[in-house]
């Protein structure tokens, strides 16, 4: 039997995978409880788990423009782009990591597969068309995370500013039009 990856839903028998996994990264992100995973969640626009053959095998928050979402990095992109998608975290487990489970979800993010809207509540002008969606993301730079930094390269992102993040964090803020 192969190996299936999917992209699912949130559930709250979920909680002690996503708060473990996070723990097992935290040097690369911010520290997140119970209560920091419910707010980020009322913020977000998709929390998914990565499911590998019914295993918890990683997790994915992002939020859209427009959200409330309290992050330094997110109010940056929030400043300077339009239409965009913030990867907040992308987290596999380290037993799962090396199984390309990551650029799996980049690529189901990068190629959504929408349910086309009602032509009524189509927006026809030019201007909407014409505007790119992007995918944003931040990689630490200090301390260097060269993984994640190679990982976006590969994925296409290019880096357009950096900023300090706090307490000696130093992170390279990527983009990526979809």
């Given at each position: 039997?192969?190996?299936?990856?999917?992209?699912?839903?949130?559930?709250?028998a979920?909680?002690?995978?996503?708060?473990?996994?996070?723990?097992?990264?935290?040097?690369?992100?911010?520290?997140?409880?119970?209560?920091?995973?419910?707010?980020?969640?009322?913020?977000?626009?998709?929390?998914?788990?990565?499911d590998?053959?019914?295993?918890?095998?990683?997790?994915?928050?992002?939020?859209?423009?427009?959200?409330?979402?309290?992050?330094?990095?997110?109010?940056?992109?929030?400043?300077?782009?339009?239409?965009?998608?913030?990867?907040?975290?992308?987290?596999?487990?380290?037993?799962?990591?090396?199984?390309?489970?990551g650029?799996?979800?980049?690529?189901?993010?990068?190629?959504?597969?929408?349910?086309?809207?009602?032509?009524?509540?189509?927006?026809?002008?030019?201007?909407?068309?014409?505007?790119?969606?992007?995918?944003a993301?931040?990689?630490?730079?200090?301390?260097?995370?060269?993984?994640?930094?190679?990982?976006?390269?590969?994925?296409?992102?290019?880096?357009?500013?950096?900023?300090?993040?706090?307490?000696?964090?130093?992170?390279?803020?990527?983009?990526?039009?979809i």
């Amino acid at each position: 039997m192969s190996a299936k990856l999917t992209l699912r839903a949130y559930q709250s028998a979920d909680l002690d995978s996503v708060l473990r996994i996070n723990e097992e990264s935290v040097h690369f992100l911010a520290p997140m409880d119970e209560a920091r995973l419910q707010l980020m969640m009322a913020w977000s626009a998709r929390v998914r788990i990565a499911d590998y053959n019914g295993a918890v095998a990683g997790f994915l928050i992002t939020f859209e423009d427009g959200s409330d979402y309290d992050s330094l990095n997110y109010r940056w992109f929030a400043e300077h782009l339009k239409r965009f998608v913030y990867i907040d975290r992308i987290v596999i487990d380290q037993s799962y990591r090396g199984k390309g489970i990551g650029q799996q979800i980049y690529s189901l993010l990068a190629n959504p597969t929408p349910a086309p809207a009602p032509a009524a509540d189509r927006d026809t002008s030019s201007a909407a068309g014409s505007q790119p969606l992007w995918l944003a993301a931040e990689i630490d730079i200090e301390p260097r995370n060269d993984n994640s930094l190679a990982f976006h390269q590969l994925q296409g992102f290019v880096e357009v500013a950096t900023q300090s993040a706090g307490q000696g964090k130093q992170v390279s803020l990527r983009i990526k039009s979809i």
